[in-house]
């Protein structure tokens, strides 16, 4: 029996980024892509039309609206959606404040393809524990 889809979506302003990303969840038989977005706001317009993931693979810097801002949006209108933030970044300091504002995970962009599943999984709360270099809030 397999385990149920987990819908996602991914938020990048590199297209490049953004497709590999696709792609290697594609490779994952438990999860789809629903959609892509270039920024906060373009993520928040696909949401606003009922397209609605179970997480969102989000970077945290970005044009328009970048990913701390669209975190604190999507906590008030979407609350059921889970946030995982992909930086190059790992202050944790930084990791903390986007903990505070309402992510779900923080996972950084050389993480390896297992990684990115188990913080999918994690969000979608259907994670084991794994130790790693990402963080899981």
Known sequence: MSTPSIRLAVVDDHILFRKGLRALI???PDMEVLFEA???QELLEHLDQGIIPDVVLMDLQMPTLDGLQTVRLMRAQYPRVRVVIISMHDEPE?????HTEGAHGYLLKNANP????GA????AGQ???TRSSMAVL
């Not at 930084?94 to 986007?98: A, R």
């Not at 297992?114 to 599943?117: F, G, K, M």
């Open 120 to 123: 999918i999984l994690s969000a």
């Open 26 to 28: 594609s490779g994952f």
């Open 94 to 98: 930084l990791i903390d404040s986007l």
């Open 127 to 129: 994670g084991s524990s």
């Open 114 to 117: 297992e990684e990115v599943r």
């Open 38 to 40: 270039g920024d906060g």
